[in-house]
């Protein structure tokens, strides 16, 4: 057989949890599209988002049963299950998502000797850097970091100053969720279930209340608007953290 034609397996990291967020949806229209390789996607804490992939029926799961960085043999015991994992089906390369993945994912990849990708979905900060447990895997460095932003790899290159390339990959969607939308409808629906006058002009913000998501800068923005009089903003999101 041509080694050329052999499709690579991949395996993906994420932290599991209850969020279901752009990173989740993402990750799952990534674990059925794939075409060029076969990807396995590597979950640490089982919870909404494990339930999530079930439902969309999304196969190559791989429950790794990790937990909080104080629940150390947790931790190792992720770590074991990963690299047995990986040695067994041949994985070539180690893509996380998510900082906690990238604690892990580090020592999976440098410990199986496989390349590594931190896909970084958000701002990377100093004082995130800066905490004890992100110190250890800033010395495994991946082979490439890849941002989902001009923004956030420009946060990478001025916190981080990685030696490795760091490229930019706008997330895709899967936009057949939406080919058979009636726009129209849509639209008149939820001015009825807000009760906004027919003539009202909608600004929506969809994403997680959180602070570097922006929902603060879309209400003075509006705040500050001529003929706000004439239009409304909806904010469309659950919060993540209990301070936000």
């Given at each position: 057989m041509d080694k050329s034609c052999v499709i690579p397996n991949v395996?993906?990291?994420?932290?599991?949890?209850?969020?279901?967020?752009?990173?989740?949806?993402?990750?799952?229209?990534?674990?059925?599209?794939?075409?060029?390789?076969?990807?396995?996607?590597?979950?640490?804490?089982?919870?909404?988002?494990?339930?999530?992939?079930?439902?969309f029926k999304v196969n190559n799961l791989l429950e790794l049963k990790g937990g909080r960085y104080r629940e150390f043999y947790k931790s190792v015991n992720a770590i074991y299950q990963a690299i047995k994992f990986i040695k067994e089906n041949d994985v070539k390369i180690v893509?996380?998502?998510?900082?906690?993945?990238?604690?892990?994912?580090?020592?999976?990849?440098?410990?199986?000797?496989?390349?590594?990708?931190?896909?970084?979905?958000?701002?990377?900060?100093?004082?995130?850097?800066?905490?004890l447990p992100w110190c250890i895997p800033l010395k495994f460095k991946p082979t490439m970091y890849i941002a989902n932003s001009k923004f956030t790899a420009e946060s990478i290159k001025r916190n981080i100053k990685p030696i490795c390339p760091i490229k930019v990959n706008y997330p895709g969607i899967d936009s057949q969720k939406f080919e058979k939308i009636d726009e129209e409808y849509a639209k008149s629906e939820i001015k009825k279930i807000?009760?906004?006058?027919?003539?009202?002009?909608?600004?929506?913000?969809?994403?997680?209340?959180?602070?570097?998501?922006?929902?603060?800068?879309?209400?003075?923005?509006?705040?500050?608007?001529?003929?706000?009089?004439?239009?409304?903003?909806?904010i469309v999101g659950e919060c993540t953290f209990k301070k936000d």
């Open positions: 395996l993906y990291l994420h932290g599991g949890g209850d969020t279901i967020g752009g990173i989740e949806t993402f990750l799952t229209d990534c674990m059925k599209h794939h075409k060029e390789i076969n990807p396995y996607l590597g979950i640490f804490k089982k919870g909404k988002f494990w339930k999530y992939l079930k439902e893509i996380s998502h998510g900082l906690y993945s990238w604690f892990l994912g580090s020592f999976i990849s440098k410990i199986a000797k496989v390349k590594s990708v931190f896909y970084v979905h958000g701002e990377i900060k100093r004082s995130e850097i800066n905490r807000f009760n906004i006058p027919r003539d009202k002009l909608v600004f929506v913000m969809i994403g997680r209340i959180q602070e570097w998501k922006g929902q603060d800068v879309g209400i003075l923005a509006f705040k500050n608007m001529k003929n706000k009089d004439k239009a409304c903003l909806l």
